[in-house]
């Protein structure tokens, strides 16, 4: 039925008394007395109580679009009043096609959340508008649903215009895009724009660029950006941050140093937006030689950087233990006119408090509330970890109730750290009240914090209340993942229990899940503590035959393995094959090697990996420092043993009873006397 018809006379009447321009005086109330005047009030209540009614009335009206709003807008208000998507499709309509855009947006946008999809399908059908006013319409729509972040109206909006051959604003596809980007709906909108030969803008790219990096699927971000360039689309700073971002997070930091170049041929501006992923790239990996140039190089080519940019250095030097390096940075950030914020000194109390210095954490502590910054639920996890990590427990347990006395009120994590502690100490007691507290605080507890129980009760030999927790966890609705059966798969190993743990692989793979490296390295490394070195070989090949890469510690169980037997060769060539294949050895592989090689007496080559872990930014620790001194001493080279006490002091690499017993153990009675004064006087800086 045709929309558009010849109006009756009354209805004329009713468009003349109604519908002419009224004085800005004119108030609805005198409104209301000329209807309830007018003979033609019967006719009138119809068409406010009758959609068909109100569609015919606007359309006898479709010259005088003010009218036909002023109108519109005061049947609304009326008692009685049916709302129609097809009434609504036809004021729309008239806005629209007088230019009255702005009327149109307040009446859409007033009116989405209850029309639904309803007034899509009456636009999209095309009854009521032209193609051209339909577009402009639709696309309107489009905006405010986005606006709204309605995703699944922008959907359907976007679907119903192109089913329709009607093509969007490219503007408004970029903000579905946006609006989507975070789901696998983006790349279809994406492909069905570009199939509809709609051109995308460096906007729609952009969107595209960072969907795919989120995915991890960097290489196809690649390959749209080369796209982009032969389209002749130009690419800006935010491009590149994009792609930049993506390949760092995904490892892949000389591709990422690549674009860098690309950006700076093209005369696009580098910024700390660009260079902060890739500094975290490198921190991540241990090189932080690398990660400290970038921060020089940024600052060659005029990119400031920020706070942030400070802090993932920071953190950087601090999980690889150059924490004094690290907190030479506070006082580089201040003069610098950066103020350090709360994540900067929970950075510095993190590396403290895991290289046992707490007494500096809680300096930082303290210095933070002087600087009027407020301790977060992360600044005293920070220092209870660090506390249950060199068994301290009774001060933990202090913060954690000074905590829900005071605030922030402890969290899961918080109780979780605790649970781990008493765990590792064996007492199982205190570690199963803690785990009830948190349950009563109604705190309830995730897969973290059973496993953290589970791994309890398995290190302490009572694999039978272990499996007890893990029926606790499928009953409140977590069954058994890899990282369960992972814990449980190494847990049996080290109780020597292979055949169980075996089973246990084989129900794994049963309920379709596939072991990991670290399911790998597990077993491996069983067979190795075994004794099992030909066993523990295949294992390691069956890993590679099935394309799982073998991680740091699988090189470096392995290493270890060899290296302590005196099989320096073997533990060498795998010490090369993982450079080969991009794994990067961590303090613990270096450790490996030294303490192998010190024992066979090649102090040379001992030496050699010593100084090139420092070379490429891995710091030595306690036990580096404790095999060398150890060595040194059987050897009779009391200076250099000296030496390397003091360069681990410098560091503040805090010496343990194994470092000192290691000086101490090859002197007599007398000796013992003169040597704890020598060392004294070192420690005094004396010497």
């Keep these: 039925m045709s929309l558009y018809f010849r109006a009756s006379k009354p209805f004329l009447t009713l468009k003349l008394r109604f519908l002419l321009p009224l004085p800005s005086s004119f108030s609805f109330c005198t409104y209301d007395a000329v209807v309830n005047n007018n003979r033609s009030v019967v006719l009138f209540r119809a068409a406010v109580a009758e959609p068909e009614l109100l569609v015919r009335v606007l359309n006898t009206v479709r010259d005088r679009p003010v009218a036909a709003l002023r109108f519109f807008r005061w049947a609304e208000r009326q008692t009685g009043f049916k709302r129609s998507e097809l009434a609504y499709a036809v004021i729309l309509d008239i806005l629209a096609r007088n230019g009255l855009m702005r009327s149109a947006y307040c009446i859409m946008e007033k009116e989405v959340v209850r029309m639904g999809g309803g007034l899509v399908d009456v636009l999209a059908d095309g009854g009521v508008s032209s193609s051209e006013v339909c577009v402009k319409l639709l696309d309107l729509l489009l905006w405010i649903y986005a606006k709204k972040s309605m995703v699944g109206m922008c959907w359907l909006v976007f679907y119903k215009m192109v089913g329709k051959g009607l093509l969007p604003d490219v503007k408004n596809c970029n903000r579905v895009l946006r609006l989507l980007k975070d789901t696998n709906v983006a790349r279809e909108v994406y492909n069905v724009m570009v199939e509809c030969g709609m051109r995308p803008t460096t906007v729609t790219y952009n969107t595209m660029l960072d969907y795919f990096c989120k995915q991890g699927q960097v290489q196809q971000a690649r390959q749209l950006l080369l796209q982009m360039q032969r389209m002749g689309c130009s690419a800006n700073e935010l491009t590149y941050n994009i792609l930049v971002n993506g390949l760092s997070h995904e490892g892949e930091l000389e591709q990422a140093e690549e674009l860098i170049e690309e950006m700076l041929r093209l005369g696009l501006k580098v910024s700390a937006y660009t260079y902060d992923p890739l500094i975290r790239g490198y921190c991540e990996k241990g090189l932080l030689d690398k990660a400290s140039r970038l921060g020089e190089e940024m600052l060659s080519r005029g990119a400031l950087p920020t706070v942030a940019t400070f802090n993932t250095i920071m953190y950087g030097l601090c999980k690889w233990g150059r924490v004094s390096d690290a907190r030479q940075l506070l006082d580089v950030m201040v003069n610098k006119n950066l103020m350090p914020d709360l994540i900067s000194f929970n950075t ?340």
């Design 348 to 687: 510095l109390i993190y590396g403290y408090s895991r290289l046992g210095n707490l007494g500096e954490a809680f300096l930082l502590f303290v210095e933070l509330r002087y600087r009027s910054l407020v301790p977060s639920v992360v600044t005293y996890n920070t220092l209870i970890d660090g506390l249950c990590r060199f068994g301290d427990l009774d001060v933990a347990r202090r913060i954690k109730d000074e905590m829900i006395k005071h605030g922030p009120n402890p969290d899961l994590f918080t109780y979780t750290i605790l649970v781990r502690g008493f765990c590792k100490m064996g007492n199982l007691p205190m570690a199963k009240e803690l785990f009830d507290e948190m349950l009563h605080r109604g705190l309830q507890p995730d897969r973290f914090a059973y496993i953290t129980r589970i791994v309890g009760e398995l290190k302490l030999g009572d694999p039978s209340k272990a499996f007890g927790m893990q029926e606790e966890m499928l009953s409140k609705g977590f069954p058994p993942d890899l990282i369960t059966y992972n814990v449980f798969i190494d847990g049996l190993h080290k109780l020597g229990n292979l055949k169980e743990a075996s089973k246990l692989v084989q129900k794994m793979l049963y309920n379709g899940i596939v072991p990991d490296h670290v399911t790998y390295t597990s077993i491996i490394h069983a067979h190795l503590m075994a004794g099992h070195l030909r066993k523990a070989r295949v294992v390691f090949y069956e890993m590679l035959s099935k394309g799982i890469f073998p991680s740091v510690v699988t090189y470096t169980v392995l290493i270890h393995s060899y290296a302590v037997r005196g099989r320096l060769e073997v533990a060498i060539l795998h010490f090369i094959e993982m450079l080969e294949k991009g794994v990067y050895p961590n303090v613990i592989t270096y450790n490996a090697l030294i303490n192998g090689l010190c024992k066979v007496r090649k102090m040379d080559q001992a030496y050699h990996f010593f100084v090139e872990m420092q070379a490429k930014g891995i710091s030595p620790n306690k036990y580096t420092y404790t095999i060398l001194i150890n060595e040194n001493c059987n050897l009779g080279h009391w200076q250099e043993a000296l030496r390397l006490y003091k360069d681990m002091l410098d560091r503040e690499i805090q010496p343990d009873s194994c470092t000192h017993t290691a000086l101490l153990k090859h002197l007599n009675k007398d000796y013992k006397l003169h040597a704890v004064w020598r060392l004294e006087n070192v420690i005094g800086g004396c010497e």
